[in-house]
C-alpha cells in the first residue's frame, strides 16, 4: 500500500539535508522566526482591523501562547526552539553556545521576522484596505501601526518602558529554566506547550504596559517592514525613538530570569529522585509523592 | 459481577468487525466526518442564532479546536483521523496512501459532511425558525446560511480568499507534520490534541477573512444541503462563484505545508536522542536537556 | 522529620475503609455526585446572579468542563467516576455493572445532587437576597430557578428538548467510550481530563437549547430542593411537565452513543500496536506513526 | 561547541546550594511567594486599572490558574510548592511537617507576599496614577486598594464570608489531596497543573463573593504593603475589621478539606493496580481499563 524505502519526505531529507548541526539549526531559527512572526502578525492584524470585536486582549494572550507553543514545537529538536534572541542569549549566559553561534542566530531570527511580517502582510492586505483605506498611521481612530510592533501609550515613561520589558523577559526565560531543569522532570514533549503557558501568563500579568514583544527579533524585523510598508521612519522616532528598548531590555531580563530561578531555586533542588523522597515532604503514606513519575 | 467473555462491546466487534483495513478506515471517516460536521454546525447555530451574545469568535476558535482533537482521537487508530481531503491528499503526497483510497476517502467524507449538516439542521430547527422566521439568506441581519459554510465578506476578493484558504491549510498541515514526525518525540495520545491546538491557532491569526473552513468537504457537503435546506442555488453563485475556493485552494496548501515543513525543518532535525544530546543545545549541566522524555 | 508507619491519612483509612468495593463506590458516588452539584451551582449562581457579567456562557463551558474534570479525578480509581445515571445505564447496557447496581448508584448519586444544591445554596444565600430579594421566581427578569436546574425557553418545544437532551448524551458517552477503549490507547489519567473537553465540546455545540443537563441526578435533585427553597412545585408543572425530559432522555443517549461507537468505529479498531504498524497510514518513512506511545 | 564541567548553572549550584532541605525549602518558598503575588498583582492590575477591560473575571480565573500551577512548578521539587500557609497547616495535619516547620514556612511566606506586592507596585506606578492621579481609596468609581487584597462587597457579612472562605479552601486541599494521592495515579509533572486547574475552578465556582483569596499570605502580605503605598490602616478595620477571615478561615478549610478527600474518598480507594483491576467496573472487553497508565 506504501512505496517502502522511497518515501517523498526521507527523499526530501535526503536531498537537503545539512549535516552541520549549527547550520541546521539556522535553518530552523530562520523558518521558525519566520512562522512565528507570520502567526503573530495575524493574530494582531484580527485584533487591530475589527476594532478589537472578534479577538480580544484574552484572545491574544491564549492564541500568543499556542503561536509560542507550537513553533518551539516546529524547531525544538532542531534548534532548541530559541525563536528569540533574548533566549539565545540566556543560552550565551549558561554557556550552551558561543557568541559567534548567538550572532549568527540573531541575524537569521531578524530576517525571518522580517520575511514573517511582510507574509502577513500580504495575507491580510484587502482587510487593512477596508479598515484604514490608505491611512497608515501609528496613533488616531485608523491607527494601524501597532499591527507591526510595540509602541507605548502617551502614559508610559520610557523609564516604566524598559523596566517592563526587562521583567516581562526575566520572567519568560526564568520559567524556561524552571521547565527544562531535568531536576524538575517536566517530560520535553511538555516544554514547548509550558513556553506557551508562560506566554500566556506574562500577557495576563505584564502585558498592559507594551503588549510584552520580550522578543527583540519579533519587534525590530517587523517594525523595519512597516518602514517599507507605508508607515515612515516615524515608527522608530516614536516616543521618544522607544524603538530600541524592545531591543535592549530583553537582552538583559533574559540573563536575569536565568540568574534568579538558578540562585534562588535550582541551585537548592535535591539532586535525584531517592534524594527528594525523605525530605522536606515526604510520601510515605497516601499522599504527596513529589517525584513518581509516569 | 460482569459476565465473562459476551460484553456486549465484544459481541458488537465480533458482529460488525470490517477485517479489510481499508473498508475500515472508509466506515471510520464516514462517521468521523459526520460527527466533525455535526458538531461544526451546532457551535455555528449557537453562534450565528444567537446573534453572537451566547458564541463570541473565541469561543468557535476554542470549540473547533475541541472539535477536531475529540474527532481525531475517536478515528485516530482506524483511519488515522483525517477527516479532511486536504489531510488526504498530503498522505497521498507523502507517498502514505494512493491516489485511489484517497479518492474513495474524499467520496466519504463528503457524504458524511452532508449528512451531519443534515442532523445539526435538525436538533436546531426550533432556533432557527424563531430567530429568522421562514427567511433563508445569505446577507442581511437574518442572514443564516453561515451555519453551513463559509461565505466572504464583501471586500474580500476571491484572490485573497484563495491564498488565504491556501496559507490556513499550509498551515494545518506543517503542524500535522511536526506532531506526526517521529523524530519530534511527541507521544502519540497527544496527537489530536495537538490538531485541535493547531486549529485554534489558525483560529486566531487567520481565521478572520473566511472564516478557516480548511477543508473540502467540510465546506462543500453542508453547502449542498443548504441548497435543499431552502438556500437554494445561490449558496454556490454568491460572490462570483466562490464555491470553488475552499475546495481546490486546500488542496494545494496541505501538500504545501508538508513541504515546507520537510524541507526547512524535518530534513535537518538530527535522527536520533543520542546525536541529539551532543548538538547545539546540549544538556550537561542542570539544564536544557532537549530529549528527556517520560 | 515525619511521624511514620502512623500518618493521619493512613489512621483515617484504617478506621473507615470500606472492605466491600460497592459500598466504597457508593460512598464515592455520593460524595462525587455532592461534589460535581456543589461546584455546579456555584458557576451557575456567579453567572445568574450577576447578570451574566461576571461569569458568560463561555465560561460556564469552560468551568463545567473542569468541574467534571475534577470530580472524577476524584473518584475514578473508587467507582469510576460516573457521577450520572446516565454513565450507569450505560455500564448496564456495556455489561460492566448489573441492574441492581445501577439502583444503588441513580440513588445515591441523587440524594448526593440534592445535598450538593442545599450546600450551594448555603454559600450564595447573601449574594441571592441580593440579586432577586424575597422573590423566588422561574421567569422574568429576577429569575432565579435557573440556578437550580434547567428550563428551556419558550420556543423550544418538548419534542426538541427531548431530542437536543438524547443528542447531548449520546456526545457524552460516545467520547466516553472513544477515551476508555483501550484499543485508543489513551493514558488512564488523562481520561478525566479528557471526559472535562467533552463536556465543553457538548456546551460549545448543543448547550444553547437547554444548557446541556445530560444527567439526570444533576438535574432531578437540585430541582427537588428547589421546591423546598421557595420555587414550588411550578418548577415540576413549568413547560408541560418538561421535568421527565432531562430525566428519561439521557437514559437512552448514554446507550446509544455507546452502541454507535462500537459499531461505527470501535469494532473496526486494530487489535494490537503491531497490527496498526502495517496498514492505512504506516509508519516506516518520518512520518505519521500512529501508536508510538510514551 | 560548550564549556565542559563548569557550565554557569552549575557554578552558581556549587557556590549557593544550601545543603541542609529545610533551608533550601525555606529559600523556595520565600521566591516563589515572592513570584506568586507579584504576578498576581500583575493581573490585578490589567484587571482594575483598565475598568475591567482588557482583563475580565475569565482572565482572571485563567490567568490565577496559570500563575499558581507555574509557581508551583518553579518550587515543587524544592519546597512541595506550598506558596500558601492553608497548604502547610494541611501538611501539619497530615503529619508530613511538624508546627515548628510550619511557622518557619508561615514567616517566609508572608514576607515573599510583601516584597512580591511592592515589586509589582513598582512596575504599575505609571499606570496606576494614569488611572487613579493622587487617590488612594478602598471604594468609589477609581478605588485601587482591590488590586492588593480582598474587599467584601457591602451586602456580603462577614459571616458569609468567613463560610466562603472556608469552603475555598477545602475545595483546593481536597484536589490537592486527590492528585497528590498515589493511588489516583497522576503523574508528577502534571500535579502543579493540576492544581492550577483547581484554582480556575475555584474562581468560576466560588470566587465571586470575595475574589477568592484562600491564602492568608497572598492576602495579608500585600495588605500590609497597601497601608504604606498610602491606602492607610483603612484596609485593615473595613468592613468590620474583615481583614482576619482571609488569614484564619483557610487554615480551617485546608484541614478540612483533606479530611473529606480522605474520609470519603480517599479511604475507600483500591491498594493498587491488581486490586482495582477485578472490582466494579472491570476491564476485560475493550473498555474501561481503570488504570491503564502510560
Redesign the interface.
Known sequence: ????G?????R??N????RN?????L??E???TF?LVF??L??S??HV??GSK??????I???VG??V??SV????????GQLNPAVSIT?V??????IK?FIGFVIVQTIGAFLGAAAGF??????L??FAGPLRTITGPNATAGIFCSFPAE???NC?AF??QV?GTA?LL??V??????????????HPL?FG??L??IG??????LGYPINPARDFGPRLFAVFAGYGWEVFTYHGCYFWIPIVAPLIGGPLG?????????????DGVEE?KK????????????????
Open positions: 500500500m506504501t512505496k517502502e522511497l518515501l517523498p519526505a526521507e526530501l531529507r536531498r537537503f539535508h545539512l548541526k549549527y547550520h541546521a539549526a535553518c530552523a530562520l523558518f521558525g512562522l502567526l503573530v495575524g493574530i492584524c484580527q482591523l475589527t472578534l479577538v480580544s486582549f484574552l484572545s494572550n491564549i492564541g499556542f503561536i507553543a507550537l514545537y516546529a524547531t525544538y529538536t532542531t534548534s532548541g543560552l549566559f549558561l554557556g550552551h553556545i558561543s553561534e500580504a495575507v491580510y492586505q484587502d482587510a484596505n477596508y502614559h508610559i515613561s516604566t523596566l517592563d521583567v520572567i526564568f520559567f529554566c524552571v521547565f527544562t531543569d531535568k531536576r524538575n522532570n517536566v517530560p520535553a514533549f511538555l509550558c503557558f508562560t500566556m501568563l495576563f500579568t505584564y502585558g498592559m504596559n536565568a540568574f534568579l530561578y538558578h540562585t534562588f531555586i535550582g541551585a537548592h533542588a535535591p527528594v525530605v522536606v515532604l515526604p510520601s510515605n503514606g497516601d499522599e504527596s509523592e513529589l517525584l513518581n513519575n509516569a
